[in-house]
């Protein structure tokens, strides 16, 4: 079974940019999650789908993030324009129908963003 | 307040040795699951064990075991007969029964580096 997979893994461009990053989740998997990693701390989500419908955005900064979900399936999560603190590792994951409180999220390798 | 707690930054091990990573959680859900990823340099979340909040015996993987005291509040992660491949950040999550986002809240992580 493949895993989650993004492009790019490695992303440099210059402040004020923009960028977009891809996910492919696991086949079945309905939930989709994106996810901010910064130097030297844990993962932080930026926004949740259940299927197409973005269920919990609130941690996104929505003047220059925004994502999309379109049929369900694949993912696009787009900077525009980059700041300098943009720089980070930014994490795909999914999950199955019906999670229960002990089933995991599974991991895509996660774009590297640097901002110059 | 930090609802995942990793008091250790960085921790070295002799191959072949054991090594506990310490893991503290705050949360008044009383159904809740904990989780251990590892994240090699590649970047990757990798699910290495769970534990349910209801779950009586600690939660055992392979060389990977979890010292669950739910009094304590702690989750910590026990690796026997350490490896040279597993240095790497490792990070304890938790998932609260009650929360409707199904989020993983991480900690901070801890630097694992094995000797030879």
């Known amino acids: 079974e493949a895993g989650v997979v993004q492009s790019p893994r490695y992303k440099i461009i210059e402040k004020k940019q923009p960028v977009a990053f891809w996910c492919n989740p696991i086949?079945?998997?309905?939930?989709l999650y994106w996810y901010r990693q910064n130097l030297g701390q844990g993962p932080e989500l930026l926004i949740r789908?259940?299927?197409?419908?973005?269920?919990?955005d609130s941690q996104l900064p929505k003047d220059r993030f925004s994502a999309e979900r379109l049929k369900g399936v694949d993912s696009t999560l787009k900077i525009q324009p980059a700041e300098l603190g943009d720089s980070a590792v930014y994490l795909c994951?999914?999950?199955?129908?019906?999670?229960?409180?002990?089933?995991?999220?599974?991991f895509g390798p996660g774009t590297r963003l640097t901002v110059l | 307040a930090q609802k995942i707690t990793q008091t250790q930054p960085g921790m070295f091990v002799q191959e072949k040795e054991a090594v506990t990573l310490d893991c503290t959680y705050d949360?008044?859900?009383?159904?809740?699951?904990l989780f251990w990823y590892k994240q090699p340099s590649s970047g990757e979340m990798i699910f290495l064990i769970y534990?349910?909040?209801?779950?009586?015996q600690n939660a055992t993987e392979g060389r990977y075991s979890l010292n669950f005291q739910k009094a304590r509040k702690s989750a910590n992660l026990v690796i026997s007969a350490s490896q040279l491949g597993d240095s790497a950040m490792y990070f304890c999550?938790?998932?609260?029964?009650?929360?409707?986002?199904?989020?993983?809240?991480f900690g901070s992580g801890t630097q694992l580096t094995v000797l030879p």
């Open positions: 789908y259940e299927n197409e419908e973005a269920v919990d």
């Open positions: 999550a938790m998932r609260e029964g009650t929360s409707s986002a199904r989020q993983l809240t």
């Open positions: 949360t008044s859900d009383q159904s809740y699951g």
């Open positions: 086949s079945g998997h309905n939930t």
């Open positions: 534990q349910g909040s209801y779950d009586e």
């Open positions: 994951a999914s999950s199955p129908p019906m999670l229960a409180v002990t089933d995991t999220q599974y």
